[in-house]
Structures are given as structure tokens and as C-alpha cells.
């Protein structure tokens, strides 16, 4: 189906069930309950999910398949989020041209820098995209203010033309009338459930991304890419010329994270410089390896890990770490919560660290790794010496400095 | 007139002379040796053949076309194809893989942007793939990561990798360096029968003797950067300035 293997098409159909079922899935505590913190299914944090996931998915076919590491992939966000405020100022609130207008400038822009950069490798090419990303922080925040309204960050004014706003046009984000911020909550025995148009938006979005890069991935130039990584070398003795084949791998991942970056407008019809900076660059480099750099599933993984942390993780406080730890005795409690205190709200960073640190360490293929070895174990205790289909699993990237 | 004629080739690094006026014509069809002891320029000849060096002066000629100024994607495109002393594969890629690469190239050229096509259903190529894999008797391993396997299957690979593209010329980099005799003379089988079934033009840099005059039909001596003889294994055996060359006046 749809032009996959049976194995792939399986595949697909599970992320689309995981994808549509996250408002259920990720709400396993009843409302009120002590484990109500570490529900995360809110639209918020949902729509990040699915943003960043995509983020994540284009950058990895960058990164994961060619190896080549972009420090740079936040100033295409940033560039997708001006595009469509810019669509909210001129037409209307719907999302369509903004995303559409998001794509096509993150293009050009990933086709200017990619360019240059790739003229270069290895660390060299890391520095000249963060050299370009950080260029295009600095026009963004003070140079073209003009275009981008500087600090304060880009938005939807009264007096702006907005061409296209009829009579009873939505005054926020939609979809052909559909209101992105507009949810339908059901309560089932303590249980509630949000289902918010604007994560649906996305979500459908996400998948489409997926499937695209799925097809990369079985596709003969998704080979080429992973060739590249291994031996440029040989390729280029092999008769293929490598430059064309990694411009295009740039271009497309900076489309998918202008996409992102447009989607986040979408949702909030703000754009601002910060967008860009280079820690959030950064943010998605760890995102991709986390979760394991080359796998298919690795990068969105490693994208809800991260922003499931940054959302839950700094939220709990002293006050639900003396409920939690109540039942201890008195000396105890305050010895557990003044450790945990290093580790949880603002904080958070600390466990991030230590996390990436363990798996980076542990399981250089991410979380997709430890997955498998997991399945493999399970696997392995249930029949001896069943061996595993390398053409399903290319072998994930070793390291971050390879 | 040959399939490639190199003519008056120089190359200089700094202050050493690495090739001096080197004039060689390989017929086609025919096994071509070239050989002379450590530092006699025959690696940079070779880089030269396939646009890893430019030389400073000369014209290198390949099926009436100049090679000179053309990158080494451009020049396999033309039909060369080089086989390195250390093989050059893809190590991360399954054996079928390693095998599929090559005949993209040969079929779509340097680029194409085929991101939405299916290398699983692309059965002509799979089929000449498993067919190349099979004649070096490799197809049992074809889903084994490259990286996995063994030294001599790795040349053997690279071979394969070669051939699935029908070349015109072959270039082989001292392709039996560190194997054993065993293997050796496999692999002289292999190359003989490359020479015999598949017409390919075969220019071959050997330290090993057994091995260049089991194969070649014309062996070039270079010593110092300069061709000495140019000539028949038979005639070269006992030429004493080849002699010279290899042992030193000394002696």
C-alpha cells in the first residue's frame, strides 16, 4: 500500500494510530490524582510534539542519512514563522498560504546556505551553518526590523491590510473556518480528554511527514545519502557526484523545518527572533540523537522525550516532592527532596544531561537502540537465534562525531 | 592506437620529480602491467588516470577524450573504474547495496533526485545485481552488513562493484597486496576470466610478479618516475636494466 513494503505499510499504520490517539494515550492519570503532573496531553504540549517531531524527521534525513551535522537548522523555524505571520498581516488568518509561502522561503533560504556550506565538511560545515543561522538571528532581531519587528517578535496588528478578512472571519488561525485553538473535551470517569483541532492540524501534518520520509529512506537517493555518509570516497568513483545529492538532502530537511516553523505560528500567531538562536539548533540536534541519528522513528521519539521533560519535568515543585515523599521518615524525605530538588523544575536540565549522557554512552544508536535490544532480549528468550533484517534497520550512527 | 595513450606526462610535488615525461599506450582488451619498485610513481600515474591529480603537463587520453580537468565522478562515467589498494566500500551498507549503487550510476548518471521511487522495485537492477553477486560467489551474503565481512571478501566486493558497470577500463591498484597465496591466485583467476568473458581493458599496478606475468601482456617498467621498458612479459624478465632498476647498480 501506497507504495511501501507490507512490513512498512504496518509501520505507518502504527504511527498514524499513535499519532491520532495521543490525546488518549498520553492522559493515563484520572484529573486530580497524584500522577495528574505527568499527564501531557494538552493541546499545548501535544501541538510541540507534533512540531517538533516534524522538526526533528527533516532534520535526520539530513543529519541521520548523510551525516552531515547542521548547527543551523533553526534560522529555516524562524524563517517559516515570519512567512506566516506575514500571510496573517497581508490576507487572513488562514493557515494555508502562510505554510505554503513557509515552505517555498525556507527553500530558498536552505538553498543559499546550503550552497556555501556545502563546500565544506565535517566541522567545518557545522560552523559555517551556525555562522548563517547566527546571521540570520541578528538580521531578524535588529537589522531587518522593518520585516521582522525586531525584539518585540512579529504579529497581527489592527490597521494591517489583512485583504481577504470578511465580516465573520476567525480573528485567530484556522483552517477554511476550522479555529486551530478551538478543542472538544469529554470527561469518562475522571478522565478527560482534549481534542484540540489545532493538534489534529498538525498531527495529520506530522504523518504526511513521516510518510515522506519513509519513502527517502526506501528510495534509491535515500541509499545515496546513507552512502555518502560511509565512503564519499567511493562514490564519487562510483560515478556519482556527491554535492547535488546533499544540497537536495539540505533543501528538504530545511523545507520540513520551515513547515515546523510555520506550524508554530500556526498555532500561535507570533514569530520572534529567539526562534532562531542557536540553542535551538542545538535543541534539535539532541532531539535526533537522543532518540537514535538514521532511524526512522529515532528523531520523533527523541522529540517528545525532550519536550515532555522541558514540560513536565519543570513543573513539579518542593510542595509535590513533600507529597510524594510524605510517607518517609522525617530525616529521609528531606534528604530525597533536597536531592530530586537538583533534578526536577528548573532544573530539568540537569536530568536531560545526564540522560543524554547515559545514552550516548550506553546505547550510541538512541533510544531506538535500547528498544531493540530490548525486543531482541525478549525475542531471543522465546527462540534462540533469530537474526534481524539489516534491510529494515540501517545501521544507526555510531556517534555524534562520526 | 590505444584505448588510453598517456603522453608526456610530467608531475612534480615540491622539489621531487614524481613523474617525468611518461609516455603509455594500453591496447584495448589487453592486460597491461605496470610495475617498478617502491616510490617509482605508479600510485600518482594512477591518481592521474582518474582525476585525483592533475598533471603539470601532458595530455591523458581515454577512448579519444581528454581526462584531464575532469572530476572522478565524470571520468567513471566515461568507463573507468578503479579498484583501490585498500578496498573502497560502503561499510555501513548491506553487500547488496554496495552492488546496487553502481548500477544507479551506470543507468541515471552522476544525479538524479529519485526520492520517490523504491529500490525494492526496481527488479531489472536487483536481478543484475544478485547476477554480479552470484559470478563472484557472493550472493549468499548479499544482506550482510559490507563492514562485516572478511578482507578477502571485501576486495572481492569492491570487484563486483566495479564490474556490475561493465567498464571499459578497469584499474587495479595492487589488487593482491597482503593476501595469501591461495587467495592470490584466485584472484588471478578471477581477473583472467574478467579479461576473457567480459572484454574489459585491464591496467594493473603489481608488486607481486607471480601474479603480473601470470596476467599482463605488455608490462611498462617506471623507475624514478620514468618509464624504462616498455614490452612483453617474456622480454622483460631478463632485461637488465630492469634488473638494475629493482636491485641497484650496486649489485
Same mark, same amino acid.
Given at each position: ?94 493557515? =494555508? ?81 476550522? #479555529? ?55 562514490? $564519487? ?56 541519528? @538514521? ?23 518542593? $510542595? ?38 547515559? #545514552?550516548? =554512552? ?11 535490544? =530490548? ?28 | 592506437?590505444? =584505448? ?147 578482507? @578477502? ?31 592470490? $591466485? ?25 601474479? #603480473? ?28 636494466? #630492469? ?9
Amino acid at each position: 500500500m501506497f507504495g511501501l513494503s507490507k512490513k512498512d505499510t504496518t509501520f505507518l499504520l502504527i504511527v498514524c494510530f499513535l499519532t491520532l490517539a495521543t490525546p488518549i494515550l498520553l492522559q493515563p492519570f484520572p484529573e486530580g490524582s497524584a500522577g495528574a503532573t505527568f499527564n501531557a496531553g494538552y493541546p499545548d504540549l501535544m501541538q510541540r510534539f507534533a512540531i517538533f517531531g516534524i522538526f526533528a524527521i527533516g532534520f535526520n534525513i539530513l543529519f541521520g542519512l548523510t551525516g552531515y551535522l547542521s548547527f543551523g537548522h533553526a534560522a529555516f523555524l524562524g524563517v517559516g514563522s515570519y512567512s506566516v505571520v506575514w500571510m496573517y498581516k497581508l490576507l487572513d488568518y488562514n493557515v =494555508i498560504p502562510g505554510l505554503l509561502l513557509a515552505i517555498v522561503t525556507s527553500a530558498i533560504f536552505a538553498l543559499a546556505i546550503g550552497y556555501v556550506s556545502l563546500r565544506r565538511t565535517g566541522i567545518y560545515f557545522s560552523i559555517l551553518t551556525l555562522a548563517f543561522a547566527q546571521m540570520s538571528f541578528n538580521l531578524a532581531y535588529s537589522v531587518l526590523t522593518p520585516l521582522t519587528n525586531g525584539e518585540t517578535g512579529l504579529q497581527v496588528y489592527t490597521d494591517d491590510p489583512q485583504i481577504l478578512m470578511g465580516e465573520n472571519s476567525p480573528t485567530s488561525p484556522h483552517l477554511f473556518g476550522l #479555529v486551530m485553538r478551538d478543542s472538544v473535551q469529554i470527561d469518562i470517569g475522571g478522565w478527560l480528554f482534549t481534542f484540540n483541532i489545532g493538534y489534529y492540524f498538525c498531527a495529520v501534518i506530522a504523518i504526511l511527514a513521516f510518510y515522506l520520509s519513509l519513502r527517502i529512506f526506501r528510495s534509491p537517493f535515500g541509499m545515496m545519502l546513507r552512502a555518502i555518509k560511509t565512503n564519499q570516497t567511493r562514490l $564519487n568513483y562510483t560515478g556519482l557526484n556527491s554535492r547535488p545529492y546533499t544540497l537536495a538532502a539540505f533543501v528538504i530537511s530545511g523545507m520540513y523545518a520551515g513547515l515546523a516553523g510555520g506550524l508554530m505560528a500556526a498555532m500561535d500567531p507570533l514569530a520572534g527572533a529567539e526562534r532562531m538562536q542557536w540553542t535551538a539548533s542545538g535543541e534539535v540536534v539532541l532531539m535526533t540523537i537522543l532518540g537514535g541519528a @538514521g532511524t526512522l522513528m529515532g528523531p520523533i521519539l527523541g522529540a517528545g522525550f525532550i519536550k515532555y521533560f522541558e514540560n513536565i519535568f519543570s513543573k513539579i515543585n518542593d $510542595n509535590m516532592l513533600h507529597q510524594w515523599f510524605g510517607w518517609m521518615p522525617d530525616g529521609m524525605e528531606d534528604a530525597l527532596i533536597f536531592i530530586s530538588h537538583f533534578f526536577v523544575g528548573k532544573s530539568w536540565h540537569l536530568t536531560l544531561g545526564l540522560l543524554f549522557m547515559l #545514552v550516548v =554512552i550506553f546505547l550510541p544508536g538512541g533510544l531506538v537502540e535500547g528498544g531493540q535490544r =530490548i525486543a531482541r532480549w525478549v525475542r531471543g528468550r522465546r527462540k534462540k537465534g533469530s537474526g534481524d533484517d539489516p534491510e529494515h534497520h540501517p545501521k544507526p550512527a555510531p556517534h555524534v562525531a562520526e | 592506437m590505444g =584505448i588510453l595513450e598517456v603522453k608526456g606526462v610530467n608531475k612534480r610535488f615540491g622539489g621531487l620529480q614524481a613523474l617525468g615525461d611518461v609516455n603509455l599506450s594500453v591496447q584495448e582488451r589487453s592486460v597491461h602491467a605496470i610495475i617498478g619498485p617502491n616510490g617509482a610513481g605508479k600510485s600518482t600515474l594512477l591518481n592521474c588516470l582518474v582525476g585525483k591529480l592533475i598533471p603539470d603537463t601532458g595530455s591523458v587520453m581515454f577512448d579519444g577524450n581528454s581526462v584531464l580537468g575532469r572530476k572522478p565522478h565524470e571520468i567513471n562515467q566515461m568507463g573507468i573504474s578503479r579498484v583501490f589498494q585498500t578496498p573502497e566500500i560502503f561499510a555501513d551498507l548491506s553487500v547488496m547495496e554496495n552492488v546496487l549503487i553502481p548500477c544507479f550510476a551506470k543507468r541515471d548518471g552522476s544525479f538524479r533526485l529519485h526520492a520517490f521511487e523504491t529500490v525494492a522495485n526496481e527488479g531489472e537492477l536487483n536481478d543484475e545485481a544478485e547476477k554480479m553477486l552470484a559470478d563472484v560467489s557472493m550472493l549468499e551474503k548479499r544482506h550482510m552488513l559490507a563492514s562485516s565481512l572478511s578482507r @578477502g571478501d571485501k576486495r572481492r566486493l569492491e570487484m563486483a562493484m566495479c564490474l556490475v558497470q561493465r567498464p571499459k577500463l578497469l584499474l587495479l591498484d595492487e589488487p593482491t597486496a597482503g593476501m595469501a597465496r591461495a587467495d592470490t $591466485n584466485n584472484t588471478i583467476d578471477l581477473l583472467k576470466e574478467i579479461n576473457d568473458r567480459r572484454d574489459i581493458t585491464m591496467c594493473i599496478i603489481e608488486h607481486d610478479m607471480h601474479v #603480473v606475468f601470470s596476467l599482463a601482456q605488455r608490462i611498462t617498467v617506471l623507475a624514478q618516475g620514468t618509464p624504462l621498458v616498455e614490452d612483453t612479459p617474456d622480454n622483460i624478465k631478463g632485461h637488465p636494466k #630492469v634488473r638494475e632498476a629493482y636491485l641497484g647498480e650496486a649489485h
